[in-house]
């Protein structure tokens, strides 16, 4: 069974304009994703564990996934480098016990942000 751990609140505002009553603002993280952030983006996990929280909770840009379904890109910039937290939304019609969960959190650079807003849809931007 998936240890699941609470990460935070997210501001469900700026996504429940474009997805609907989200079933809850909570956002978790299980220990399988962990797992997978430690394998796949292993640079990027330390980074995680300092920032993972801020950019969940105060992301500087939130884009829509129009590939999958109930699924944004939350980007956090710093001075160096972006960081993207793939998060799945809990909608109406999904399980009434599910939360908002991350699948993923890697660095990406500005080039490729620019690309993924463009092919996108921008939700929220932080002036």
Request: hydrophobic share 35%; with cysteine; aromatic share 8%.
């Amino acid at each position: 069974m998936a240890e699941i751990i609470q990460l935070g609140k997210i501001n469900t505002t700026p996504l429940e304009k474009e997805f609907g009553k989200l079933k809850t603002d909570e956002i978790i993280i299980t220990n399988e994703r962990i797992d997978h952030i430690k394998k796949r983006h292993p640079e990027d996990f330390l980074l995680f564990e300092k920032y993972g929280v801020q950019t969940v909770e105060n992301p500087d840009t939130i884009i829509k996934d129009c590939k999958n379904k109930g699924t944004v890109f939350m980007v956090k910039k710093l001075p160096d480098t972006n960081l993207n937290v793939v998060a799945r939304l809990v909608v109406d019609d999904d399980n009434e016990n599910f939360k908002n969960s991350v699948m993923t959190f890697y660095r990406i650079r500005n080039r490729n942000l620019e690309k993924l807003a463009n092919k996108n849809k921008i939700l929220y931007k932080k002036e």
